[in-house]
């Protein structure tokens, strides 16, 4: 019926140098976290301030990062600052632009947490006698970081399927790049997509998990 | 700066990549709103248990990168000899994904109808549709529609990826003119400003819509 | 997913149905045009003109062969990892596309005889003191992915034990990247270098030297069980050489000495 006949025993060979290139998925996608985390907390802060300057500085990143797509984004680390001379390899450029993304959404998400934590908790702080770090460190970070940890797991699973998009600037060693070149070699499209796509879902779906068993244990009142 | 090789020919293509844009992503919202609006109901009638099946299929296409689902997409078609042209499987394939997120958006809108409300309203004899149609559908309508505006402009973002199929949208109108003009910095940054201009005020209007919609 | 299970079924009884179908040969004379996948970033096989028009070798060769059997072109645009699902999917009928005929992609689509042959030259960034194909050694290089360069030179960078390979999707972003720097030097086929390097487009690139690879030879390719069409396509081949279309084509795009489509000592 179709002219086309699968060659599964073919595309399983190649299983083992699919997973090596998972591994490097996750790693992109954790360590894109970690930054964006850091970044978005910057930011955060940056919009609390009150200064003006860092401020808008804030606002600009927060919304280019949700205004432009990611793949605009990694194309742009890499080919628009290549411009400058700012060279970055594949792997930097799809960090540096999953780390812009996640940190642009975090932050909002961040912002949305504060608002649903009541000034009168921090000015019940403050007449404790707690500096305005105090009581930011302690009674505003831990209800925020509560508030925003399903967000937050949401953007991790998010930074797992954008790594996909480095095949587009020259990367070559995590799954969709890994993927892409058993393709391009064999033509065998269905086959190697489609092992790749399970192998997606699985981690996906381990982080989820992961998230939802570490929430219950962090946030057991 | 602005000498630049770049013709009002050129900004004309770049304009019909847009066009492009926004008519995958016309095509793929509607389509995937109106599955979306099925599934969800059809999960909250049917109760978490029998909606296995469903959801694990839609949970799928939100665990797979959609560059993935859209080579997927296109080998299967190409398979089965459906001789669909790429701008059809792009459609396809993100309306499911639409699809996938809007039904968890149609079930968290049902969901925060108090069912109180409801049993309310099936008491004064409405029937199940006049329920679903007068109480729950204004109701949750309200609670949804910021998030699925996030949807919309999530999508029109992700479209970019369609460029794998061939399909010449913003993104690939960009990367054709780079090819020929050698100037990425400037096109690509006009690239990034349509998007930015179609995105940005939709997405003033949705924060808009949540924050009036919530203080009542 | 339900849809397609239907759409499944829907094709599966169309297929029955239609046992006795004409071959690709027929329905392409019977539609009257015929379809070819050309790559456009790959000049000056494929590109674009000022009006992003697709012009080059490979679109003039479409042309060629619509005109001997008797229908009209259509030129449809596939990025390179596009080619094989246009072709399956029969939203094209031939790819025209610089493919190299390698044994690993004849096991899934069906290859004639050559129709180009590509040298392989090393391209550098001035800056990379690169001056031969030797001096890549321990350098970033780039090439397109999947193609017969990018999977000699990757082997090679391995052999070597030092260095990098960096593969990118179209050969636009290999120049791309050669010109910002990115990469010291790619290996690309000998026409598309000189084509990007006399196009003035990129400033600080030259071409250093040739690869010591083999000759790439590059097919057309059409479904796997076309061998009807296969014929056709490798008769024209045959007359586009004999008649002088090939020399006067290659003169036209590319300029030099003709390249050889046959390989010593051996039939195919």
Redesign the interface.
């Known amino acids: ?4 006949t699968f ?1 599964w025993n073919q595309a399983l060979k190649a299983l083992p140098q699919m997973l090596d290139g998972a591994l490097v998925t996750l790693q992109v996608a954790l360590l894109s976290m970690v930054i964006g985390l850091a970044l978005a907390l910057a930011l955060t802060a940056c919009r609390l301030s009150g200064n003006r300057i860092l401020g808008s500085f804030a606002t600009a990143w927060v ?2 990062a ?7 984004q990694i ?2 680390a ?3 600052l ?4 700012i ?1 970055l ?2 792997y930097t450029a799809l960090l540096a632009g999953i780390a812009f993304n996640n940190a642009g959404y975090l932050a909002e998400n961040f912002r949305g947490a504060l608002k649903a934590i009541p000034d009168t908790q921090t000015r019940a702080g403050r007449s404790l006698g707690m500096t305005s770090v105090q009581a930011f460190r302690y009674i505003v970070l831990p209800q925020m970081l509560r508030i925003a940890f399903l967000p937050v797991t949401n953007q991790m ?1 998010w930074a ?6 480095g ?4 990367m ?1 060693t995590d799954l ?2 890994i ?3 058993l ?8 086959e190697f ?2 092992i ?2 399970v192998i ?2 699985v981690i ?2 381990a982080v989820t998990l992961a998230a939802r068993a570490l929430a219950a244990r962090m946030f057991r009142y | 700066m602005f000498n630049t090789a770049l013709t009002l020919s050129d900004l004309g293509f770049l304009l019909q990549g847009a066009l492009m844009t926004l008519a995958v992503t016309a095509v793929s919202v509607t389509a995937g709103t109106i599955l979306g609006v099925i599934f969800g109901v059809v999960r909250n009638q049917v109760g978490p248990y029998w909606a296995v099946p469903l959801t694990f299929v839609l949970d799928v296409f939100r665990s797979v990168p959609l560059l993935i689902q859209l080579v997927l997409g296109n080998a299967f078609q190409s398979i089965a000899k459906l001789g669909w042209p790429p701008f059809t499987t792009s459609c396809v394939v993100l309306s499911l994904y639409t699809a996938a997120y809007c039904t968890e958006i149609v079930r968290g809108g049902i969901s925060s109808v108090p069912p109180t409300t409801r049993r309310a309203a099936r008491s004064l004899g409405m029937t199940w549709w006049q329920d679903m149609r007068y109480i729950v559908a204004p109701l949750a309508t309200r609670v949804s529609l910021p998030s699925w505006i996030g949807l919309t402009l999530g999508v029109m973002k992700d479209s970019a990826l369609v460029l794998w199929l061939g399909l010449i949208e913003l993104l690939r109108a960009s990367q054709v003119l780079v090819t020929r003009l050698q100037e990425p910095l400037l096109i690509l940054m006009i690239c990034g400003a349509i998007y930015f201009l179609i995105s940005f005020p939709i997405a003033r209007l949705g924060g808009y819509l949540e924050k009036r919609w919530s203080n009542d | 997913m339900k849809t397609s299970v239907l759409a499944l079924g829907l094709v599966a009884a169309a297929a029955l149905t239609s046992q006795a179908h004409a071959d690709k040969l027929d329905d392409v004379i019977g539609s009257g045009t015929l379809r070819c996948a050309v790559v456009l970033d790959f000049p000056p096989m494929g590109s674009r003109d000022e009006n992003n028009n697709p012009i080059g070798f490979d679109v003039d060769y479409c042309n060629d062969l619509a005109k001997a059997l008797g229908v009209t072109a259509e030129i449809v645009e596939t990025p390179f990892p596009e080619r094989i699902p246009a072709l399956m999917s029969g939203r094209v009928d031939v790819g025209v596309a610089s493919t190299s005929d390698t044994l690993e992609r004849a096991k899934t689509v069906g290859m004639t005889v050559p129709y180009f042959a590509f040298e392989m030259a090393v391209t550098a960034n001035d800056k990379s003191g690169v001056k031969s194909f030797e001096d890549m050694k321990g350098k970033v290089v780039g090439a397109t992915a999947g193609t017969f360069e990018a999977i000699a030179l990757e082997k090679q960078v391995k052999e070597w034990g030092a260095g990098e390979f960096r593969p990118y999707q179209t050969q636009a972003d290999v120049f791309l990247a050669l010109s910002q720097g990115q990469i010291d030097a790619t290996v690309s086929t000998s026409t598309v270098a000189q084509a990007n390097v006399k196009g003035g487009k990129f400033a600080g690139i030259s071409v250093v030297g040739k690869a010591p690879f083999d000759t790439d030879y590059v097919a057309l390719f059409t479904n796997r069980e076309e061998y009807g069409f296969i014929n056709f396509l490798n008769l024209f081949i045959n007359q586009q050489v004999r008649t002088g279309r090939y020399a006067e084509l290659y003169e036209k795009w590319v300029g030099g000495e003709l390249p050889d489509l046959t390989a010593k000592g051996v039939y195919r």
């Open positions: 019926m179709f002219s086309y060659h919304e280019i949700r205004n432009t797509p990611a793949l605009f194309y742009m890499h080919f628009g290549g411009n400058f001379g060279h390899s594949p699973v797992i399927l954008m790594t996909s998009l095949v587009t600037v020259g070559n969709a790049g993927t892409q070149e393709n391009a070699r064999s033509f065998r499209t269905f997509f489609a790749a796509a997606y879902y996906a779906k």
